[in-house]
């Protein structure tokens, strides 16, 4: 049985940013099994973010077990991201991870 869907407080904040930047946002946070949080699409390109909260204990911002399988196996780009600069840097082509 699959847990209700966690989102983080930074996550609509990071989301309304890249919108008024002009991507498409499209939250994934209900699929759960691991699942990024969002797909976002800019300029033709599309990413995966899973967002995690920079004022939480460091415990809490670490990838679930689920999160770490799902990252492990898919072999396309997704990106752990903890601020709006981040997200914005992933999205137009820089990237972290």
């Known amino acids: 049985m699959r847990r209700a869907a966690r989102i983080d407080d930074n996550q609509a904040e990071i989301i309304n940013a890249l919108r008024q930047m002009g991507c498409t ?3 994934l946070a209900a699929c759960g ?7 976002a699409a800019f300029r ?3 990413v995966l973010l899973e967002i ?9 911002r ?11 196996n ?5 990106t752990t991201i903890y601020t709006i ?5 992933v999205v137009i082509g820089g990237d972290r991870e």
Not at 52 to 60: F, Q, R
């Open 74 to 78: 898919w072999r396309g780009q997704v």
């Open 25 to 27: 946002v499209q939250s």
């Open 52 to 60: 995690k909260d920079p004022k939480k204990p460091k415990a809490d």
């Open 62 to 72: 670490m990838l679930t077990p689920a999160q770490v399988k799902w990252h492990q």
């Open 44 to 46: 033709g390109r599309n």
């Open 85 to 89: 600069d981040e997200a914005i840097a």
């Open 33 to 39: 099994y691991g699942v990024p949080d969002v797909l």
